[in-house]
């Protein structure tokens, strides 16, 4: 099973500011990851695909960078509306695995 | 719209049975494989169980596997998940998710709202 590791476990940011999150894997996943989005008591959105692919209707401060083990979600501006739990997900192999998740808040 | 709707959830003893469903509309629904997800309370994201369109491939994490049972009926555009043997960490919110594009293993762009079970005796 490929471990996923989500760091920081939290990141207090004012809005407006720069927000980089990281998502490091026990093994090589090519761009097979993706990155979701989950507010309390709602379901997780998908942000971003196969590494760098903005999902449908996402804005463009979203982006995802990143191959092989490291991977990176960045928000260039951060809006009242993206602080939440992000949680990144490989799917190169079977199971599918979720990281533990990077807590966004407000400083 | 698409739309997933899960019920079916609650309160059941320890081994006991449930059976959970997800009712999907605004889409092809035999067109998408389907999961199950799993949020124990204020934890993270578990993958429980995947379904091809056809039912032809069928997945499970190893902490269910033998105990749940996932199918779909695609005349019916519904996803189900057989629960036996439940366990009290088996108590979660489960969501089903609809992957993106036609094919197994791609990523779940749409989620319902989530049906929370809960194991207590």
């Known amino acids: 099973e490929i471990v996923l590791t989500q760091s920081p476990a939290t990141l207090s940011l004012s809005p407006g500011e720069r927000a980089t999150l990281s998502c490091r894997a026990s093994?090589?996943?090519?761009?097979?990851l993706a990155w979701y989005q989950q507010k309390p008591g709602q379901a997780p959105r998908l942000l971003i695909y196969?590494?760098?692919n903005r999902a449908t209707g996402i804005p463009a401060r979203f982006s995802g960078s990143g191959s092989g083990t490291d991977f990176t979600l960045t928000i260039s501006s951060l809006e009242p509306e993206d602080f939440a739990v992000y949680y990144c997900?490989?799917?190169?192999?079977?199971?599918?695995?979720f990281g533990p998740g990077t807590k966004v808040d407000i400083k | 719209e698409v739309q997933l709707v899960e019920s079916g959830g609650g309160l059941v003893q320890p081994g006991r049975s449930l059976r959970l469903s997800c009712a999907a509309s605004?889409?092809?629904?035999?067109?998408?494989?389907m999961h199950w997800v799993r949020q124990g309370p204020g934890k993270g994201l578990e993958w429980v169980s995947g379904?091809?369109?056809?039912?032809?491939?069928?997945?499970?994490a190893d902490s269910v596997k033998g105990r749940f049972t996932i199918s779909r009926d695609n005349a019916k555009r519904s996803l189900y998940l057989q629960m036996n043997s439940l366990r009290a960490d088996d108590t979660a919110v489960y969501y089903c998710?609809?992957?993106?594009?036609f094919g197994y293993g791609r990523p779940f762009d749409c989620w319902g709202q989530g049906t929370l079970v809960t194991v207590s005796s």
């Open positions: 997900q490989q799917r190169y192999s079977w199971p599918v695995t």
């Open positions: 093994q090589s996943l090519t761009t097979y």
């Open positions: 196969d590494a760098s």
């Open positions: 605004g889409l092809t629904f035999d067109g998408y494989a």
């Open positions: 379904i091809s369109w056809n039912s032809g491939t069928l997945d499970y």
């Open positions: 998710a609809k992957e993106s594009i």
